[in-house]
């Protein structure tokens, strides 16, 4: 099933808006509904060309049969862009110069380097595609004749291994079907981001993804233990055991590099058994001050939960801490602020660990609020996407953006971006709602992610693009990284060549060099083209 061409995820999930949150938008930001008629893909008719026969040709060969090189209107309409709100207020407004001239489906990784060389033969830049689920530009290159390369094709499970606990995997599998696969075999991957539904193991590795239970099971990137990549150069492997001294780790080059050296063709990950039990539950806070302290005790000294998150006192009252039951009213209590912690793991351990990570979060100043806001955030937790594309179905402007750092900055760093936004948006007569929930925590420091609801303004991505400027500018001020997992891009392109530093950058330029002579992986993602 593909994902819906406007918006996210499957069209018989989405809902309009309660009549409530729609009053409170035009009563509280000025949010006026859409005047314009919403485009439909049938009646779409684009004007760039597809790719010329002779490479069309060699893609065929390359891929064994012209029926995996789409260049339909849907195929490649579907394969323009991501699903951030940039990039659907785009395509909603009809604007296909991003699309690619062709959508190309290889089976192996051996097809995966017939498609590149023929890419190299024919100038094509290639951009690689899994889920589609990029929310920085991901899948907007800087370059106008380029192929969609759609790994949907390689979705098996290749191997697994029950003495290691490890698990080998295709790039094109989604998580829901790699979880199933686990499952068949009592195993667990424990990734379970916002993007669940939809995304990829391949999406996962290239950005370096964070799942929602990443306080449990850790971060995609510590999940993976080996990683084959396809470049125009040839095919590097890595992960030959679980940690090495011989020399860097190139695993650490290939997560986070966005298509920009390669194509990740397989994943060696770690796996668990899965959870005999699973239990959520909701903790009140008077202050995010407070609560952020009791996260960090928890995430510093243990007993850490599997889930650890914390609404500030926006969002709590808004309610998108629990998305489902967003319209339904403030629940009882909400003042303050509301943390969720979830516990997996064996019937014994999870006792244990929720009744220790109980007493801290008491002496920290926590109230317990049952198993009911832990259960609805539960229920909800993939429905945040979905209520976006509603808010922006009747004009209101919706996004989000996230970062990261050590503990002694999340307090300066969350009032910087927070007045980024507010002070942006209001100057430009659109005042936002501004939310933030810390959703990872670490030792040493913790994500901070932010919501932004406004009204659109004339042309909602050029109101938007300064907010976002003030926002990345502030998150570099504050002493925080520019993304914590959503991934570079070209959104947050020129912040990160700050945050890596000059000599840092040109050696990543030297490998893309070695590894992508002609510049074809998707140019202008993650590093600067010029």
Known sequence: MDMLWNGWG?????APLPDTVTALLRDLLGVKPRTTPALALQDIRLTGTTAGPAALK???????????????????????????TPDLLRIRAGDFSDVPQAVVLPASHAEVLAVLRACVAHGLAVVPFGGGTSVVGGLAPRRSAFVALDLRRMDGLLDLDPVSRTAVLQPGLRAPEAEALLAERGYTLGHFPQSFEWATIGGFAAARSSGQASAGYGRFDEMVLGL???????????????????????????????GAFGVITSVTVRIRPVPEARLYEGWRFRSFEEGTTALRRLAQDGPR???????????????????????????????????????E????????????????????????????????????????????????DVGAFAETLET?????????????????????????????????????????GASLYFTVVSAQGEDPVAHWTPAKHAANEAVLAAGGTISHHH?????????YVREAGTLGISALRAVKRCLDPDGLLNPGVLLPTD
């Open 10 to 14: 499957d069209p018989a999930k989405a």
């Open 58 to 84: 060699a893609l065929a060969e390359a891929v064994g049969g012209a029926e995996y090189v789409r260049t339909d209107t849907a195929d490649r309409v579907r394969h323009t862009r991501g699903k951030s």
């Open 228 to 258: 084959t990549l396809a470049t125009p150069e040839g095919t590097i492997e890595t992960g030959r055991a679980p940690r090495s001294a011989a020399g860097p780790d190139l695993r650490q080059l290939i997560l986070g590099s966005e």
């Open 305 to 343: 939960p599997t889930v650890l998150r914390l609404s500030d006192e926006t969002e709590t009252f808004i309610g998108l801490a629990r998305p489902d039951a967003i319209g339904a009213g403030p629940a009882q209590g909400d003042a303050g602020c509301l943390a969720i912690t979830g516990y």
């Open 345 to 392: 793991g064996t019937v014994e351990d999870t006792a244990q660990r929720r009744e220790r990570a109980a007493a801290v979060l008491t002496a920290c100043g926590g109230t317990p609020a049952g198993s009911e806001p832990g259960e609805h955030w539960a229920h909800g937790r993939y429905s945040a996407p979905y209520l976006r594309d509603a808010l922006l």
């Open 404 to 444: 990261a750092a050590f503990w002694s900055r999340i307090p300066d760093l969350y009032t910087a971006v927070r007045t980024a936004l507010t002070d942006t948006l209001t100057q430009a007569g659109t005042p936002p709602l501004v939310m933030c929930h810390i959703s990872h925590v670490y030792e040493n």
């Open 487 to 495: 991934g570079v891009g070209t959104d947050h392109r020129d912040w």
